[in-house]
């Protein structure tokens, strides 16, 4: 292949036009999300998952988002965003470019959906769609289960406006007093502690073509609306409506003034159950204008925060339908594979202190034999990462256990196993971030059993978030102490590691064990280290050491070498390393990008960024791996870790990459890269003006999934490696 053209036209790279704006961006990802509902290869109880997944995404975009641009308008910030747009601006453009996506989502799953699951004999029926029989159970329903949980409120000169919590959703209800022909205002709030849908038995089920549905029900605010006299003895209903608000829900935590972490975030934790201002409010087209100004005015809102809904509000309830017994209408069941080396291994009794007397090598033996990367959810989590620590838990050779925890499940087997480690009487260090968005309570919750059993843990650090995903397990081994570690790129989470794509790297080499035990140091003591071995660590040398590796590659291409990037990650947003990547376009390095969410780069542009590629997968599973490859004049070096390339990770981060030393495992990360970049049915592509086109086949070509593809390699065998073909064959790194 030809090199390019090297381009030295000074150009000023920082120039707003080069740059996506990131909320405009996300809301691109989020469409993606969208898109899935409505392919019609999607299978429809996972159309009805993706629905749930882009209402619940768009629920957190404006509860910090759209929050965090509101507040800097009230404040009159006139910073501009990298893109060149004031924050009334962005705010502007989301509205735009959001309706016609909300429109879209709620005629599709009206128009389309319902009419589908009704065909597999699911059922979301209408009140008024109900038979006399179905309406005299459900009203029973309402006595018995409903009505004895719902609190009317008035609202008038000795009622004032009720608080509406954060994502509740209600009915406006207006009432006329039958003797004065005067008219109140009400509140009804549909309780969460109650299933959103409210199914009726099967006897009562709709029949079709002779066979039993699966299911039939209807949504709950309806058979509270229908039972509204209960509620209201003695008055007229006159009309009801239902609608949902919005709220700010991030945490304004002043780090430096707190004299104890976990009590001031506990105190934060309760204003946001409280909820701060409203944000959005979302209402159906035929809602009145006296209730829409109503509400407005109450909720101090204006025109431009309504979301009118057609059809249910709320869709992020619809994942309910993925728990029925269908697996025809789902995607094909997956086992997570346990890797071939550690399919022998002896395990240490957790009864004593004593190993059993098995044949086969204990975890640490294997890691020794060389490093061990674990590829997920291919590869079971519960069998490799969770295994490990509960391992270490119970060997009586290992002295110390040290991990940060991000988040974690509510039933996590790796808190239980660290539980046990300290009962085992192992010097047991944990850093809980108590900052982790959404999850600051269930941190909270472990911080405090830990403690109670002796483990000592860290809150974090004041000013930065802690975000890397490393263990360390320190053992006596004859006579010497011998340092494991896990690095990975996502959370100490059982749940997700199911539904999220992550890699994870198990190593002894000193050099990772040194640089492992320093940045321990720094999270728990007085540590000033700006150095490591090996690893890549924010916000202390990570910037920097990704800026070093994007212009040797640009010296190398300026040489006439071959200059050569390809990463993967959940965003791309730092402006210096945008400005770095298109300075290594313009000088002839090829670079492509796998970048599921927010991409601030413009790909393609004319002397900017003709060098470089960039695709989204959207997929059965979460991509949430980040993977780094440098060609490095043929002497490859490639990366795994915690951080994407946005400013929070590099300054505002305590964040982990490390290099991959091992020769196989980096071919097998080459190879999941090639696979990714070739993939032609979940792979989007991005287009200079921000917009992305999915890819299809050519003509005749097979489809490429390239979730699949590695599901099928998985199953194939137990190792990944024994899957691959020959580099060179399927080689990305040099003709693409």
């Not at 090199?3 to 036209?9: A, Y």
Request: glycine content about 4%; aromatic content about 8%.
């Amino acid at each position: 292949m030809p090199k390019p053209k090297k381009n030295s036209t000074p150009i000023n790279l920082n120039d707003p036009q080069y740059y996506l704006n990131r909320e405009l961006s996300w809301l691109e990802f989020n469409s993606r999300v969208l898109h899935e509902a409505c392919d019609q290869r999607t299978p429809l109880l996972e159309r009805l998952k993706f629905l749930a997944i882009f209402t619940s995404n768009l629920d957190e975009f404006f509860m910090v988002r759209i929050a965090g641009l509101k507040q800097q308008v009230e404040a009159k910030v006139s910073l501009l965003s990298p893109d060149g747009r004031t924050p009334q601006q962005q705010l502007d453009d989301i509205r735009f470019a959001l309706s016609p996506q909300v429109t879209k989502q709620h005629q599709h799953f009206e128009q389309v959906l319902r009419p589908l699951l009704a065909n597999h004999r699911i059922h979301i029926l209408d009140y008024i769609e109900l038979s006399q029989k179905q309406r005299n159970y459900l009203d029973n329903y309402f006595e018995e289960q409903i009505f004895p949980v719902l609190t009317p409120l008035a609202v008038d000169p000795s009622h004032p406006f009720p608080y509406i919590s954060n994502l509740s959703l209600n009915l406006a209800v207006v009432v006329k007093n039958p003797d004065t022909d005067e008219e109140f205002f009400a509140r009804v709030k549909a309780p969460s502690v109650l299933p959103r849908f409210l199914p009726l038995p099967p006897e009562l089920g709709i029949q079709h073509n002779g066979q039993p549905a699966h299911w039939t029900g209807v949504p709950l605010e309806q058979a509270i609306a229908h039972n509204l006299e209960s509620l209201f003895p003695g008055m007229n209903i006159q009309e009801y409506h239902p609608f949902r608000i919005t709220r700010d829900a991030d945490l304004a935590l002043e780090e430096d003034e707190a004299d104890d972490l976990l009590l001031a975030i506990e105190q934060e934790l309760r204003k946001r159950r409280m909820g701060g201002s409203p944000v959005r409010l979302e209402i159906q087209p035929q809602t009145p204008e006296p209730v829409r100004s109503r509400l407005l005015q109450d909720l101090e809102l204006t025109e431009s925060d309504v979301y009118e809904v057609d059809g249910l509000l709320g869709l992020r309830d619809l994942m309910y339908f993925m728990s029925l017994p269908l697996p025809e209408l789902k995607e094909p069941p997956r086992q997570s594979v346990v890797p071939h080396r550690l399919q022998w291994l002896r395990e240490p009794s957790v009864d004593s202190d004593v190993l059993e007397v098995e044949e086969g090598k204990d975890f640490f033996a294997v890691i020794r034999e060389k490093d061990l990367l674990v590829h997920h959810p291919y590869q079971s989590f519960s069998a490799t990462v969770v295994r490990f620590i509960t391992h270490a838990a119970h060997d009586p050779n290992v002295l110390a256990i040290k991990m940060t925890l991000y988040r974690t499940s509510g039933d996590s087997p790796i808190v239980n196993a660290l539980i046990a480690a300290a009962e085992n009487g192992k010097q047991v260090s944990v850093l809980v971030e108590l900052k982790a968005r959404f999850d600051e309570e269930n941190n909270i919750y472990w911080a405090r059993r830990l403690e109670r059993v002796g483990v000592h843990v860290v809150y974090g650090l004041v000013g930065l978030k802690t975000h890397c995903k490393t263990v360390m397990v320190v053992r006596r081994e004859k006579d010497r102490m011998r340092r494991y570690v896990h690095i990975g790129t996502g959370n100490y989470n059982p749940k997700t590691a199911r539904l999220y794509t992550d890699l994870g790297l198990f190593s002894c080499r000193e050099e990772l064990g040194a640089d492992i035990t320093d940045l321990f140091n720094f999270l728990t003591g007085y540590s000033r280290q700006k150095s490591y071995l090996q690893l890549l660590v924010a916000p202390v040398n990570m910037r920097d050491r990704f800026l070093a590796l994007i212009n040797r590659e640009i010296e190398n291409a300026q040489q006439g070498l071959t200059g050569r990037i390809v990463a993967k990650m959940n965003s791309l947003v730092d402006p210096q390393i945008i400005a770095t990547l298109y300075e290594a376009s313009r000088a002839g390095v090829q670079i492509d990008l796998i970048i599921r969410g927010i991409c601030c780069l413009r790909p393609g542009l004319k002397d900017i960024s003709e060098n470089i590629r960039v695709i989204s997968i959207i997929g059965r599973f979460l991509e949430h791996s980040r993977l780094y490859y440098f060609y490095n004049n043929n002497q490859e070096e490639i990366y795994i870790g915690s951080a994407d390339w946005m400013r929070r990770n590099l300054d505002r981060r305590v964040e982990v990459i490390t290099p991959i030393q091992d020769p196989d495992i980096a071919k097998d990360l080459q190879e999941i890269l090639g696979i990714m970049l070739a993939d032609n049915r979940q792979a989007w592509d991005l287009q200079p003006n921000g917009t992305y086109i999915q890819r299809r086949p050519c003509d005749d070509a097979p489809e490429s999934n390239s979730q699949k593809t590695l599901i099928n390699m998985a199953l194939r065998s137990t190792s990944i490696a024994s899957n691959l073909i020959d580099a060179k064959k399927n080689s990305f790194y040099l003709d693409n």
